[in-house]
């Protein structure tokens, strides 16, 4: 008897959170939809994919049938753990989250004046050290311009404020530095001079090697970026992998679910061949680069593109795919913009309380965007890309089919951040978390969904793709992405592996 007075309860407290949860979504739901629901595992799922303000009993039943068939078919490509061992799985992780070079805990600006004078104090110092450093470049003073002769060779460092074509057709740029502002003069019959030029964006701070021309006047001959220094990519000497995956979207309609399973089937040592497992294997640990959910209200009318409209839905299913990851991959998740955290950068961690289900797992490390991780000795640099999207737009070299591109502009600069005032949003923090204040090995990235890969001054860039197939925005924008790859890199012998859920496998030599 006690057990049916248990069921009945859990059955009525079923039905207080079924109501509950429509009233949440402001839609109505009548008695024998409740009825129908409340002995469904997956209710949430249900009436969450049922539009409109009432949920009948008829779409209801609808749902049940179709959920019924998607289950079915979801059988196919069901997670089959095996009893695989690999190499990975017998070493201990070594890595160390560098938490000092992100936001997470760390916040401190309240987006008054005085943030704004310390954030770009900070990044003026630490990028003005750089070039301090730099042989052939002895930068003066603004304020010692006056004891310069007139085309007499200069250099001199400042802070681009603004950028404009003169009367005459020269690209003019004014500069700030705390010594005051001046103007420095690239000639328009310089094309190559000018090609560089135009890469140059506003709170940029760049080198100039010019000639002087009046006290507040300088003639441009070489444009200089606090860049990196040259080396050789770095060697690992464990024979263990990093894999790279992103923007997998999880919440919408478009979420490529069954080839995302597939993979983590594959993870977990169901391979094609014993070459392939042999590699798989050696799977030691896993970046996720933002955009784990699709999330709710981060566009006008989302709603409608999503199978699940909830966020903290989206979190558990997320929950229960990450779950499926072997335990011996060590997982370092940063957030995105469609993850429900601030938009602005930087971004702080997604607490790892918000995803429930994952919230026992001792592999799996939430970070911030930028953030740093050191992975086998590895200085690996995380970020998820938003500001990518603005060195597109202001920058025309570029393109979103070859993000790898945009990624060695970045690293050019020192700073992941392009100027205040451009499409993506930046907090003023105290101190700049946009700032490359290391020499990375490697830069991972996503938002783009199309995946690139370059090496740069002993950096390997990698730009993951995405689990979601072509949304509407990018049909209409002409972009097509580059669904279903998980990316490995061994870092013994620096290769590079796509592994394709979409379609192939393909092998990249470094
Ligand atoms: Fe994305």
Known sequence: MQGIALEATIQSQRKKEIVEYCNSLEQFIDKESVALLENEEHWKEIISSIEGTVISSEKVKQRLAKHDSKLSGVKEVIVKKSAFTGNAKDIDPDFRIMREYEVTDQSSSE??????????????????????????????????????????????????????????????????????????????????????????????????????????????????????????????????????????????????????????????????????????????????????????????????????????????????????????????????????VRRADPQPAIPKEFIKNISDLGNVHMVGSPSWVEIEGFKSMIYHGASHHDMYMATKHL?????QLAMIELLRRRDLSTGFGLTQPYVPEKRDFMLIREEPDFYFAGDMHHKGYAQYKGCMCVNAGTWQERTDYQIRMGHIPTPGIAIDINLKTRKLTENNFAGGSEENGD
């Open 399 to 403: 393109n979103s089919k070859e993000p």
């Open 111 to 340: 987006g008054k004046v005085k943030d704004f004078l310390d954030y770009f104090t900070d990044k003026y110092n630490f990028l003005h050290g750089l070039f301090s450093k730099r042989a052939g470049f002895a930068p003066k003073a603004f304020d010692r311009l006056k004891g310069v002769k007139q085309y007499e060779e200069v250099d001199i460092i400042g802070m681009v404020m603004k950028k404009w074509v003169s009367k005459n057709g020269n690209l003019t740029i004014e500069l700030d530095s705390p010594e005051g502002r001046f103007i420095a003069i690239v000639s328009k019959e310089d094309n190559a001079l000018n090609r560089d030029a135009g890469k140059v964006l506003l709170d940029d701070v760049i080198g100039i090697k010019g000639k002087k021309f009046s006290d507040e006047v300088l003639i441009v001959k070489m444009i200089l970026w606090p860049d990196l220094i040259q080396r050789q990519p770095k060697t690992g000497e464990r024979d263990v992998s990093v894999m790279l995956i992103s923007d997998i979207h999880v919440g919408s309609r478009l979420f490529m679910e069954k080839e995302f399973t597939n993979f983590l089937s594959w993870l977990n040592g169901n391979a094609s061949s014993e070459k392939e497992l042999k590699r798989i294997g050696k799977i030691k640990y896993m970046v996720i680069a933002g955009d784990n959910v699709d999330g709710v209200g981060v566009y006008p009318d989302q709603i409608n593109e999503l199978s699940i409209k909830d966020i903290y839905g989206q979190y558990e299913k997320l929950g229960e795919l990450i779950r499926e990851i072997p335990e011996h991959i060590e997982i370092f998740m940063c957030p995105g913009q469609h993850d429900a």
